[in-house]
């Protein structure tokens, strides 16, 4: 049928173009209506599915409108494409279309393309700008306009019948259904009884309990139209037996009680029978006085007062067990506690004239709980650091800009709003700053990658133990490395800071780390090294997968679909160089996207974000991975939605190469080195290049910090992008 339309159309081309007209099979009405055909889709704000897209078309030329503009809602400037799928052979593939819409663009954000469709569905989807999964399938039909013909339904009744054409055990409905209206049978359904739920049906509904039933039945086509609802009905009664033996019943009780042993609010009566003989048939129940119904589910009883649930059981030979009952009582529940509790705080400290406090100062939190359940923990985060437990005040004497967030949690699961106080210290006052190395805010003792378990306290010179362990010196030999944290960890033993087993710990954890070793000398320290140790402190949030590999290697988007990140949770980095090695690993012929996230903060319970893998897209920095030639516009080596960089400029390497790719961050300096070459600098003074700014864009008002986490990007399964030898040096 395809070939014979495409050759009608090839020769009424030629002949046109000769001055002729012909007919030739064609339908002049048909044909109008197709010419006449225009498809709208829109897109908005949206990152997960478009403003609007039609379902279903008619074979033939089509009108194809693609808007994404401020007229259909899109408020914040963001690019979105319309792509047809040519790589799944489960749809069409003859139509090329990628239609890249901006309201900023020359056209307004309207486009328009002339395609000619064919019978079958077409899979179509966004691609732009790599951060929703926008899809849908256009289903056409044949000429002559759209199906609306319903599929034609039947169904049988298979098995052992007696004399009156009773089903002896059991009975098997097989239900089918074809479809003449073009579109084709996309499903088929299933209820029992007059007023059953629909079901799927995918085998023969097998029935086996004594009684007369009725199965109803109806199907769907691709375009949407419903068969009537047809049904069967027929009896099923017990094969013979000499069961005289009734079922075994009993019934629980389940749900929250009080001091009494009152149900609060509800409770649910769960009913189970058994039978040896010829097998259960029906339970029934009745709450109090009330009718017997049919158990299908455990009940729930909210009414408050006493109440007796009764239950029976009969099994298919007609014994019927003797009635039972479960008796309770239901209660209201005490006023629930919905208020978090109130936090303060108050920052204490010898200030200078220009408000900085100096030498340290001492951050009281404070936290009260009108709700009724009681305050039950207060947290804080330190320089948008993990949230940890306050239990007592805070002393920070680190020169700089710092900002604590706060927040309580009561007895009944109410947590406050998270509030935040900034301050800065500076340098001098009777209390003078700790001679320590580089900040070190970890949880544990982490020497190199190796974790050793052990808290990484504040020692009594007010250092963290981690900062007297990873000194930023450089060790010409493990030895020697070895023999100052001995020197170190005996010192903190005297003092009480650590206990022989914490001190064994760590200096195991330094065994291992390999500091000093050959190949440990450029200052280097390897994040992901291909073991399942270094890949485990690792942590993924949000959509998406990643994978490690025998080779050494990681890969992203390998089991799941969706955008998400991996990220080391470890240690926050401030100036650094990051080395790793990337390779383009996307299915067929396209290209992979993905990036390297750098300098955002902690990413759980974020006080403005409640998706853990935006706030590295929102208050970090993505260096981006994308070495495909249309699309988006922000090649390799670009600073996402900051500082575009061509593909001229990247050097890229044959797909399936490893790429060498270095990231140096020095104050708000960029640079992004590929193979070697520099081919990208970028200074962050805020404010994006999507205009209008998007509405999440921090802008210059500190929000892009200048130290946080390191993380890699998961867009698809499709997007695959393989990493290995991630390594980080502090600058």
């Not at 002729?20 to 709208?40: F, I, M, S, Y």
């Not at 690019?79 to 139509?95: I, M, R």
């Amino acid at each position: 049928m395809r070939q014979r339309r495409l050759l009608t159309a090839l020769l009424a081309t030629v002949l046109m173009m000769l001055g002729l007209q012909t007919n030739a099979g064609a339908q002049p009405e048909r044909t109008a209506a197709a010419a006449a055909q225009v498809l709208n889709w829109t897109a908005g704000d949206d990152i997960t599915k478009y403003m609007s897209a039609p379902v279903t078309a008619v074979a033939g030329t089509t009108t194809i409108v693609f808007e994404n503009s401020a007229a259909t809602g899109n408020t914040t400037g963001m690019p979105h494409t319309l792509t047809f799928d040519t790589s799944d052979p489960e749809y069409n593939n003859d139509v090329q279309l990628n239609i890249l819409a901006n309201p900023n663009d020359d056209q307004g954000g309207r486009h328009t393309a002339e395609v000619t469709l064919t019978p079958g569905r077409y899979f179509y989807h966004c691609t732009i700008p790599g951060h929703g999964q926008m899809q849908g399938i256009l289903v056409v039909t044949e000429g002559g306009g759209e199906d609306t013909t319903a599929p034609e339904t039947s169904a049988a009744v298979t098995g052992t019948q007696n004399s009156q054409g009773q089903y002896v055990g059991s009975a098997s409905v097989a239900v089918g259904a074809t479809d003449t209206g073009g579109s084709g049978v996309d499903r088929v359904e299933y209820a029992m009884g007059d007023d059953g739920a629909w079901q799927p049906y995918t085998a023969p509904v097998v029935v086996d309990q004594v009684g007369s039933h009725k199965v109803r039945y109806r199907a769907t086509d691709k375009a949407g139209n419903v068969s009537a609802e047809k049904s069967v009905e027929f009896t099923v009664v017990a094969p013979p037996s000499d069961d005289t033996t009734a079922p075994d019943t009993s019934a629980t009780v389940s749900g929250e009680r009080n001091a009494d042993g009152a149900y609060l609010d509800m409770a649910t009566v769960t009913v189970s029978a058994s039978d040896t003989g010829s097998g259960v048939n029906t339970i029934e129940y009745a709450v109090d006085s009330g009718a017997w119904q049919p158990y299908t589910a455990p009940v729930m009883v909210h009414q408050l007062g006493s109440h007796a649930v009764r239950y029976r059981a009969t099994d298919k030979a007609g014994n019927v067990s003797a009635e039972k009952s479960v008796e309770f009582t239901v209660v209201a529940p005490p006023a629930q506690d919905t208020t978090p509790p109130v936090t303060g705080v108050s920052v204490d400290g010898t200030r200078n004239s220009d408000g900085a406090y100096v030498g340290n100062a001492k951050v009281t939190v404070s936290a009260t709980d009108d709700g009724g359940s009681g305050v039950d923990r207060i947290e804080y985060s330190l320089d948008a650091g993990p949230y940890i437990a306050y239990t007592a005040p805070v002393t920070v004497d680190r020169a700089g800009a710092h900002t604590v967030a706060y927040r309580a949690s009561d007895k009944a699961g109410n947590t406050s709003a998270s509030r935040t106080v900034s301050f800065t210290v500076v340098p001098g006052g009777g209390v003078p700053a700790p001679n320590c190395p580089e900040y070190d805010e970890r949880l544990t003792v982490i020497v190199g990658a190796v974790d050793s378990g052990v808290p990484n306290r504040v020692t009594n010179n007010r250092c963290r133990i981690n900062e007297l362990i990873e000194d930023e010196k450089e060790w010409t030999s493990h030895a020697l490395f070895l023999k100052h944290v001995k020197t170190v960890l005996e010192k903190l033993f005297k003092e009480n800071v650590v206990d022989q087993r914490e001190s064994n710990a760590i200096q195991k954890a330094a065994r291992q780390s390999g500091i000093g070793k050959p190949g440990q000398t450029d200052g280097y320290r390897g994040i992901f090294d291909g073991t399942a140790d270094s890949f485990a402190k690792w942590q993924h949030v949000g959509g998406g997968s990643f994978g490690l590999n025998a080779d050494g290697s990681m890969t992203s988007g390998t089991t799941k679909d969706g955008l998400g990140m991996l990220w080391f949770p470890q240690r926050k980095y401030g100036d650094f160089s990051l080395r790793l090695q990337w390779r383009d690993d996307a299915p067929g012929t396209g290209n992979a996207n993905s990036g390297v996230f750098v300098r955002f903060p902690w990413v759980h319970d974020h006080p403005e974000e409640s998706r853990p893998e935006w706030v590295a897209i929102k208050y970090g920095h993505e260096v981006q991975v994308l070495d495909r030639p249309d699309g988006d516009m922000y090649k390799t080596g670009s600073i996402y939605g900051f500082d575009r960089v061509g593909l001229a400029g990247a050097g890229v390497t044959q797909k399936g190469t490893w790429n060498d790719y270095e990231i140096r961050v020095v104050d708000q300096h960029y640079s992004v080195y590929r193979n070697g070459v520099l081919i990208n600098e970028f200074d962050n003074i805020g404010g994006q290049e999507f205009s209008p700014p998007r509405s999440d864009d921090p802008g210059t008002d500190g929000r892009r910090f200048s130290s946080g986490y390191i993380g890699l990007q998961v867009h698809s399964t499709t997007d695959v992008v393989s990493y290995r030898d991630i390594r980080i040096k502090e600058l």
